[in-house]
C-alpha cells in the first residue's frame, strides 16, 4: 500500500525555470515531511524537510509548500541548474514512507 | 570517516551463492534500515533495528536475512537468490526509530546483481 503519491515521474526543465515536483500522503498522522535527492551512483540525501506546522519552508533555491487541509504538498526549485539533474523523492513519517520519486532533468 | 558506509559497492552472485552486505554508521544513530531500490518502484522497506533490536519486517523473503551486532553495524546475509532480487540495495540510519522528525542518512548501496 503507497500512502506517499508522487507526481510527475519525470521533469525536463530549462536552466533558469522552476522545478515543481508534487507528493500527496494519506496519514493525517504523519508529522515530518522530508525531500530526498539522489545523484546516479549515490544514496538519497536529506535536502529539505518541514514539519505540519508550517505552511512553507525556503532554504535557498529550494522550497516545500505544505497543505495540510489538502494533504499535499509540493518541492519548488527555483533558478534550476544542470547541477540539479537528480532523482528526488518525498517522504512521511511517523513510519517513513517514500514517495515514487521523481527523475528531473534541467537542460543547459 | 563520517557518514553511512556501505560495502561492497558492487556485487554479482549466483543464485546458490551465500554473501553479505555490511553497512557501518558513524553518527551515533539508534536505529538503522535496509530498503531495496529498484528501477521504478518506490523505495521498499526492508528492515528496521531500532537499539539493535529488530522492530519491523515488511515480509521480505527468508532468503534475506539481516543482522545487527550493535548499534554502528548492520548486516545483510544473502542466499539462494532469484534474479528478481537484483536491485540497489540502501542502508540508512537516523536518530531515532523511524527517522521521525530526524530525516534519514543514506549510505551509496550496494549494487546487487543475481545470475
Known amino acids: 500500500q503507497q500512502q506517499v503519491k508522487q507526481s510527475p515521474q519525470s521533469l525536463i526543465v530549462q536552466k533558469g525555470g522552476i522545478s515543481i515536483i508534487n507528493c500527496a500522503y494519506e496519514?493525517?498522522?504523519?508529522?515530518?515531511f522530508p525531500w530526498y535527492q539522489q545523484f546516479p551512483g549515490k544514496g538519497p540525501a536529506l535536502l529539505i524537510a518541514?514539519?505540519?506546522?508550517?505552511s512553507e519552508k525556503k532554504e535557498g533555491r529550494f522550497t516545500i509548500s505544505f497543505n495540510k487541509s489538502a494533504k499535499q504538498f509540493s518541492l519548488h526549485i527555483m533558478d534550476s541548474q544542470p547541477g540539479d539533474s537528480a532523482t528526488y523523492f518525498c517522504?512521511?513519517?511517523?513510519?517513513?514512507?517514500f514517495g515514487a520519486g521523481t527523475r528531473l532533468t534541467v537542460k543547459p | 570517516e563520517t557518514g553511512v558506509t556501505q560495502t561492497p559497492r558492487h556485487l554479482v552472485m549466483g543464485m546458490t551463492n551465500k554473501k553479505s552486505l555490511k553497512c557501518e554508521q558513524h553518527?551515533?544513530?539508534?536505529?538503522m534500515y535496509w530498503y531495496k531500490q529498484s528501477a521504478k518502484k518506490p523505495l521498499e522497506l526492508m528492515f528496521v533495528?531500532?537499539?539493535?533490536?529488530?522492530?519491523e519486517n515488511n515480509s521480505v523473503p527468508s532468503r534475506f536475512s539481516p543482522e545487527c551486532p550493535n548499534s554502528s553495524h548492520l548486516f545483510l546475509h544473502l542466499h539462494t537468490l532469484q534474479p528478481e532480487d537484483s536491485a540497489l540495495y540502501l542502508c540508512?540510519?537516523?536518530?531515532?526509530?523511524?527517522?521521525?522528525?530526524?530525516?534519514?542518512?543514506f549510505g551509496s548501496g550496494t549494487r546487487l546483481t543475481v545470475v
Open positions: 517522504a512521511a513519517s511517523g513510519d517513513m514512507r
Open positions: 518541514i514539519r505540519p506546522d508550517v
Open positions: 540508512a540510519s537516523s536518530q531515532d526509530g523511524q527517522g521521525a522528525g530526524y530525516g534519514y542518512t
Open positions: 496519514n493525517t498522522a504523519f508529522d515530518y
Open positions: 553518527l551515533g544513530h539508534n536505529a
Open positions: 533495528y531500532s537499539l539493535e533490536e529488530r522492530v
